[in-house]
């Protein structure tokens, strides 16, 4: 089954304790990238990856660092989270092109006390 | 500035009418156009990809339409479902088309 998996779902951590969020998908994808979904302001781009060792930047990067040594994961790394960081957490992949279709994973859901 | 309003906010309907929902944006130049269908609590299905030589898409139920030259477009549901309740987000793509633009979204509740 075509699929985008994101570990963990749910995730309550304190101020400053590093941690990554994986992310992974099985449709040999070349495009992947991550957002953060808050309420009232939808979602947010915050790094997304074209392909193996090349990132860029969205509209909301400061805070996560990403890397992308597989074609397959795309882990988000928060080296130390803030409450600003709580959020929903999405990772997405697709073809690349401007008709590919995204997939969307489950979600992760962060809380920073 | 790229942006992507979406109207309304929330909508409530009847089971088996239609609804129309409305997305205009700024971002240029345009690229492409993405509706999606979001759960409570779960990541969005894409439903409709316009790009800018298209003013109609269906999906079954759902049919998007495109008007490139007044930068907005339309998510009609034809003989709605209580499986519609849902978030209807609207997604647009400039010229880097693999950075995406989102709207906030339309809360669609179908009641019985």
């Known amino acids: 089954e075509a699929q985008v998996t994101q570990n963990p779902r749910y995730l309550i951590t304190v101020t400053g304790k590093k941690l990554t969020v994986t992310c992974s998908q099985n449709?040999?994808?070349?495009?992947m990238s991550w957002y953060r979904q808050d309420p009232g302001l939808g979602l947010r781009q915050i790094y997304y990856s074209m392909n193996v060792e090349v990132t860029d930047k969205g509209d909301v990067p400061e805070g996560y660092k990403v890397s992308r040594k597989e074609k397959r994961n795309f882990p988000l790394i928060l080296e130390s989270p803030s409450p600003n960081q709580t959020s929903l957490y999405f990772c997405?992949?697709?073809?690349?092109?401007?008709?590919?279709?995204?997939?969307f994973g489950p979600g992760t859901r962060l809380t920073v006390t | 500035k790229n942006q992507v309003e979406q109207s309304p906010q929330s909508l409530i309907i009847l089971e088996g009418k239609n609804c129309t929902l409305q997305?205009?944006?700024?971002?240029?130049?345009?690229?492409?156009l993405r509706w999606y269908k979001q759960d409570t609590g779960r990541g969005p299905v894409s439903l409709t990809i316009?790009?800018?030589?298209?003013n109609t898409k269906s999906n079954g139920r759902y049919t998007a339409t495109l008007d490139a030259d007044t930068k907005q477009s339309s998510l009609h549901i034809t003989a709605s479902q209580l499986s519609d309740s849902a978030s209807y987000i609207c997604?647009?793509?400039?010229?880097?088309?693999?950075?995406?633009?989102f709207g906030s979204g339309t809360k669609l509740n179908v009641k019985p």
């Open positions: 997604v647009v793509s400039g010229y880097n088309f693999n950075k995406f633009y």
């Open positions: 316009m790009t800018f030589s298209e």
């Open positions: 449709m040999n994808h070349e495009y």
């Open positions: 997405a992949s697709s073809s690349v092109g401007p008709g590919g279709e995204q997939y």
């Open positions: 997305c205009n944006y700024t971002v240029s130049p345009f690229s492409n």
